[in-house]
């Protein structure tokens, strides 16, 4: 199907992955990009000041879960097309506070599913792509990849919405006919990442001379993948995707916590002028995360031999470009760790 020239709704886009998302179509000039988000502690509209002008870009503040005000959306704009992201997207807060992740995750996407259904009705050409996690796969021992047909074990309350929800976006297509496609992404990195998650985190601590807390023994394993090449596959799994179909992303970039926490504390000396080693003296063993998931590692191939899909960046390179864009973005990072966001996170939902 050809989905061009058209008006799409994608939320969640003043957070981490959507802000790239938001950007990789606003710069196609193909799309009419309404952003709905509800800017919640990790939406943030300095993500998007480069293009908050261009006159393809509109933002639209609201709730997924206000089922009246998503209807009212889709009658004002018709839209095409919808990019789903918004969420709630933290394993550990997921962990203190379920709830929160089955309203937004679960509620919201069905809130939106449903207004999508009704405006659809009588109408060809259209689209609902939902974006999820690698995570609802559940937990990897020491071989193996997840695969689209990998069985759903979700093991978080975070996975477990997640898979919630594209139960429902499946259930939908099944049931009246809705046209879908989801893909499930392993961890992403990159700008404008929000210092909760583990690689921001890190780089945030380390120029904070504060210690860096390593769960358990760090030697949980993640695929890490950097969020531009997501937004380039999200692009192309949109406009080019089959109707009703599943696909991985990953980055064949499997890396042990640890390993990768010294490897950044090694870019991060380098660049600071610090003896090697230095920073590495920051990392601290903290109690392990309640339930926490071994490895994840997706098998990207179906991507790569239906799309023509591959990572653009290699892990380190894409690491110094982190890097330097929080460097380069000081007041970001002091903006989103300001007044007592931190100490709560710190009280209420980390290990630390
Ligand atoms: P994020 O937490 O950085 O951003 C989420 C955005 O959604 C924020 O802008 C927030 O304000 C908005 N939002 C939250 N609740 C909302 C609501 N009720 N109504 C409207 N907007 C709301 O998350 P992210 O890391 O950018 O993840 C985006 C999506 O990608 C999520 O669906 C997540 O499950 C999925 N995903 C993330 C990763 C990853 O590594 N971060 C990997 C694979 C998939
Ligand atoms: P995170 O960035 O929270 O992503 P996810 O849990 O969705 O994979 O965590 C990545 C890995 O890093 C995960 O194994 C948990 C671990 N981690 C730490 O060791 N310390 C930390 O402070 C954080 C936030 C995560």
């Not at 460097?327 to 630390?352: A, H, I, P």
């Amino acid at each position: 199907m050809s989905i061009t020239d058209s008006k799409i709704l994608i939320t969640g886009g003043a957070g981490f992955i959507g802000s790239h998302v938001v950007r990789r179509f606003i710069k196609t000039g193909k799309y009419q990009v309404i952003n709905l988000d509800k800017l919640t502690y990790a939406g943030n509209l300095e993500n998007l000041r480069d293009i908050e002008k261009n006159p393809n870009y509109e933002f639209v503040k609201g709730d997924i879960c206000d089922f009246e005000f998503i209807k009212s959306l889709f009658k004002k704009y018709d839209f095409h097309g919808v990019v789903h992201l918004a969420a709630e997207s933290h394993v550990d807060r997921s962990i203190t506070n379920p709830m929160e992740f089955i309203q937004t995750n679960v509620v919201g996407t069905v809130s939106l599913l449903n207004a999508a259904k009704e405006a659809w009705q009588d109408k060809k050409n259209r689209r609902f792509y939902h974006v999820s996690t690698d995570e609802v796969y559940g937990s990897l021992g020491d071989d193996g990849l997840f695969t689209e047909t990998t069985p759903y074990d979700p093991k978080s309350p975070y996975s477990a919405s997640k898979a919630s929800s594209d139960h429902f976006v499946r259930a939908y297509g099944n049931t009246y006919g809705f046209p879908f496609v989801i893909s499930n992404c392993s961890n992403n990195y990159g700008p404008n990442h929000f210092p909760e998650k583990l690689i921001p985190l890190m780089i945030h601590n380390i120029k904070n001379r504060k210690p860096l807390p390593v769960y358990g023994k760090g030697e949980n394993v993640r695929d890490w993948l950097y969020v531009e090449d997501h937004a380039r596959a999200i692009e192309l799994i949109f406009e080019k995707g089959n109707d009703g179909e599943t696909y991985n992303i990953g980055g064949f970039n499997e890396w042990k916590n640890i390993d990768l926490v010294n490897l950044l504390c090694d870019i991060m000396d380098s660049k600071l002028g610090n003896a090697k080693g230095t920073s590495r003296e920051l990392i601290t063993y903290v109690k392990d995360r309640a339930g926490h998931d071994l490895r994840y590692a997706i098998d990207a191939s179906k991507l790569n031999k239906e799309l023509g899909w591959k990572p653009s960046l290699q892990f380190e390179e894409g690491l110094e470009k982190t890097v330097d864009w929080y460097f380069e973005n000081e007041q970001w990072l002091d903006d989103v760790t300001s007044g007592d966001y931190l100490k709560y996170y710190d009280e209420n939902y980390s290990n630390r």
